[in-house]
């Protein structure tokens, strides 16, 4: 009989406290496991970071949910990619964003076991859904031995697979507060291959809120080209106070100047998956595609 | 070792099983369930679908402690008796096998697709079929088998 390599406990807790008491303890080497669909094949090929043996399993403890309430989306860490991909309260601007992604993510089957928190704390520069989640401006709720804290998801990635989440700490929910009327937003990924199963060369969210023909709150972020899915403010500034008329020259103009600006701020390597060069290339042009949907949708 | 108690081809079994035992280990090797195969066992070639809990997922990336509680239904479990599943037949008739080492996965995925879609169209197949890789067949007649099957398990439904 194979086994994962030195798997040795594996607890299943009822409740976030209890879960955290195991995490807690002294002589630590416990971790969480969601679906383990990035744990389990990383420790079979020996990669890194894999010498903590015993698993603290999250799947029991009721984080499977999306609600909804007057001001936010809240959404439980350990709801998986496709129940997001299919809820119907994602289907409206600006929040279909988050659909487009769950969609790119891997494939029907992996996404029925894949969690949005596993997404997100195991924080891969190429996490798909962090880009929606980044230019809709979610809050992640955590909870550890000294409470719950709240944190914005632009402040949780530090490094690549490296999060600010203490070893103790649960990413228990995301929040997505709801953003003005006449919002706009699109994610969209760039793969080496045309199979469904690749994480991306680059992937981009965008996200612009529009009044009286003003963008008056721009979002770009970026991923697979930096240590961890970001946001390129400088770009960002750069198309507040616009004024944005769609498939016109002149926005056409400043958007091509934002997605510039924005290849400016990544810092992309070379890989399996393309080169640093390449990668910095495509990153204005999924930009500006992405732009153009957001702000088509905003009007819509 | 960890109890666990899970239900296999509709029979709820209960066995003692180590915190870092596959999924695919515990059916292969503990109940000699062999028509599921591993082929990469890091989630990209999907040899290794079965259906838990009514959705698609690969046995290689599940340990058996997480299935605890859980439906399995393995290919072996398609059959009525000596009758094979109309997904079975169909990819026999559409001569969708050649050396059938992915076949049972694909079954697999497409029983937990027309499950949920009973008339699913042909990129929902595609999509369907996105995480099984085939080396002989290709991937144009497997699409075929499963909406043929999926026609026919909807006629059969209206009998
Ligand atoms: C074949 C294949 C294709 C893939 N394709 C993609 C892709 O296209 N796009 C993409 O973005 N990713 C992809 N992935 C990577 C990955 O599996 C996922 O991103 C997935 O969402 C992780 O979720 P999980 O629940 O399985 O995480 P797990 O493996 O259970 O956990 C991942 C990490 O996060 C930690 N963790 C999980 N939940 C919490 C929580 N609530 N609080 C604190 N820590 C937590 C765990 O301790 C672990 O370190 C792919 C993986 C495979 C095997
Ligand atoms: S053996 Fe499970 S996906 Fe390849
Ligand atoms: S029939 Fe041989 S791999 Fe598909």
Known sequence: MRNTPDIKEFHRPKTVTEAI????????????????????????????GVTKNKLVDISGLGLNYIR???????????????TLASSPVFKTSPYTAIIEAALAHSTLTLRNRATLGGNLCNASPH???????????????????HGQKTINLDNFFIGPHCTVLEPSEILTEIRIPRMPEKSGANFIKLT???????????????????????????????????????????????????????????????FQEAAGLAAKEASPIDDIRATAAYRKEMIPVLLQQSLGKSLERSLS | MIPVRININTEWREILVEPGERLIDTLRDRFLLTGTKEGCG?????????????????????????????????????????????????????????????????????HALIKDHPEPDDSLVKHCLANNLCRCTGYEKPIQAILKAATEMKEKSHD
Request: aromatic share 4%; with cysteine.
């Open chain 1, 127 to 145: 996490a798909d859904l962090a880009l929606p989640l980044l230019v809709l401006d979610a809050v992640l709720v955590m909870e550890g031995p």
């Open chain 2, 42 to 110: 890091e989630g990209q070639c999907g040899t290794c679908t079965i259906n838990f809990n009514g959705k698609a997922v690969l046995s290689c990336l599940m340990l058996t402690v997480q299935a605890d509680n859980g439906h399995i239904l393995t290919i072996e479990g398609l059959q009525d008796g000596l009758d094979l599943h109309p997904l079975q037949t169909a990819f026999l008739t559409e001569s969708a096998v050649q050396c059938g080492y992915c076949t049972p996965g694909m079954i697999m995925a497409g």
């Open chain 1, 192 to 254: 080496r291959q045309h199979t469904a199963i690749d994480m991306a060369v680059v992937n981009a969210a965008t996200c612009l809120s529009i009044k009286n023909g003003i963008c008056i709150s721009a979002r770009i972020a970026l991923g697979s080209v930096g240590p961890h899915p970001f946001r390129a403010k400088k770009a960002e500034a750069f198309m507040e106070n616009k004024t944005l008329v769609k498939n016109t020259l002149q926005t056409a103009a400043l």
């Open chain 1, 21 to 48: 008491g195991l995490l807690s303890q002294q002589d630590n080497g416990t971790v969480l496991i969601a679906g383990g669909t990035d744990l389990l094949p990383r420790r079979q090929s020996g990669r890194t």
């Open chain 1, 68 to 82: 909804e309430t007057q001001d936010a989306f809240l959404i439980g860490a350990a709801t998986d990619i496709n």
